[in-house]
Structure formats: structure tokens, C-alpha cells
């Protein structure tokens, strides 16, 4: 377990020196609304995104036990995926605010890798290894960059052949890229509930319970945005 603790520290670790990227990859296009004037009123116009149903009567015992162990693993590893992208976006921005030069950024980089493992270590113990290694690829998501990459290009080919190794034993792949049509389109479908706001519905329906808050490190506590984006309400 000590080694799975630290393949997922040093998985985080290194996604959070791709801010640049990240932020390009993850930055919402704006949109303007139609509207049309009827007897002096204005009335706005949008089309909704259609409410996908997915049926699964057809389902035996078996793939409904997995799909439920898949709905339940995503429910503790999307809103810890989602946090790494927040805090690789908002690094960007303050790379860009305060015009760092490289040796700056790295100084940085260096201090708040050490800080968010401190914060993470603890949470990660609790994770399984399925929880984790569906975490590293929803990181892939939302970084737009293989984890094998990152590794690579910030700590070294060396260092990203280990971890590669450490990964297969555990029957994962640094190297393969998140594809929402084909590998990833099981936890892509469960993106989609939850960008709809339906997986807490979702999770009801499946264990019959609401779905349990995930523990935030003490620093983002009060990030009432953040805390909506994952799901967790402030206590």
C-alpha cells in the first residue's frame, strides 16, 4: 500500500507542472444567447443538452456489480481529479498575473508540490488502488496529457519508466491517452451524469443513499466555488 501511496503523490506531484496546457485544455468557449423581441418583451433562446438515458436491462449480476463498483470509485476519484485541475489552472494564472521567469515558477512549483502532498498523503491512504488508478486517468481528462508524458518531460525518462513499470504491475498504463470513445467511454458516460448534475441522482438510485462528501485538505476548505465544483458542501 506504501508504494501504491506514493505512485499516486508522484502522479500529482508531476501533473501540477503542466499548468499552460492545462489551462488552455480547459478554458470554457463563451457563447452568446439568441432572443427575439415579441410585443416589446425580450425572450431569450438556449437549447438544453438532452438528458442521455442509458438502459442496462440487459445487464447480468455480474456487470451490475461492476457497474456499481464503477460508480462508487468514481464518486471518490472525479472530485479529487477535479481539484488537481483547479489548482493547475489557478497556477497558471498566477504565473501569468506576476510574469514569473522560469526560476521563479520552478521555486514555486517545488514549494506547492510539497505542501499538496503533505495535504493529499493522509486522503490518498484511504483511496483503493482502483479509486486511484481512476483518478490518474480522470486527471488525464481534465490536464489533457498522459500521465507518462508529464512524468517525462518534468522528472525524467528514468523516472517515468519506473513509474510505468510500478503501473503494469497493477494493470494500468501511463502511456494510454483518456478516449472518451472507446477505453474511458464507461467513466465518460458517468462524466456526463455528472456535468448534467444527475450523478447524485444517480448514486441514490444505485445504493439507495446519498453519495458520501470526499475529505478536503484543510486549505481549501472554505473555497465555497471549489467546493461546488466536487460536490461537497461546506460544513
Request: overall charge positive; proline content about 5%.
Amino acid at each position: 500500500m506504501r508504494r501504491v501511496l506514493t505512485f499516486l503523490t508522484a502522479i500529482l506531484a508531476a501533473a501540477l507542472l503542466t499548468p499552460s496546457l492545462s489551462a488552455q485544455n480547459n478554458r470554457r468557449e463563451l457563447k452568446v444567447m439568441e432572443y427575439y423581441v415579441y410585443q416589446g418583451d425580450t425572450i431569450y433562446v438556449d437549447e438544453l443538452p438532452p438528458a442521455v438515458i442509458h438502459p442496462r436491462q440487459t445487464m447480468n449480476k455480474r456487470d451490475w456489480v461492476k457497474y456499481y463498483k464503477r460508480v462508487h470509485n468514481f464518486s471518490k476519484a472525479y472530485p479529487y481529479a477535479l481539484l488537481v485541475s483547479r489548482v493547475i489552472n489557478e497556477t497558471d494564472s498566477i504565473f501569468l498575473a506576476r510574469n514569473y521567469t522560469r526560476r521563479q515558477q520552478d521555486k514555486y512549483l517545488n514549494q506547492l508540490k510539497e505542501d499538496l502532498i503533505k495535504d493529499f498523503e493522509p486522503i490518498f491512504r484511504k483511496l483503493t488502488l482502483k479509486q486511484g488508478l481512476m483518478m490518474i486517468r480522470l486527471i488525464d481528462r481534465e490536464c489533457g496529457q498522459t500521465p507518462y508524458y508529464i512524468l517525462k518531460r518534468y522528472l525524467g525518462g528514468t523516472t517515468a519508466g519506473f513509474w510505468q513499470g510500478v503501473a503494469k504491475v497493477f494493470k494500468g498504463n501511463l502511456k494510454q491517452p483518456y478516449d472518451k470513445f472507446g477505453e474511458d467511454r464507461d467513466l465518460e458516460e458517468l462524466v456526463g451524469y455528472w456535468q448534467r448534475g444527475e450523478f447524485d441522482n444517480l448514486y441514490v438510485m444505485v445504493f439507495g443513499k446519498p453519495r458520501p462528501q470526499i475529505i478536503v485538505p484543510k486549505r481549501f476548505a472554505e473555497d465555497e466555488s471549489l467546493l461546488r465544483a466536487i460536490g461537497n458542501k461546506r460544513r
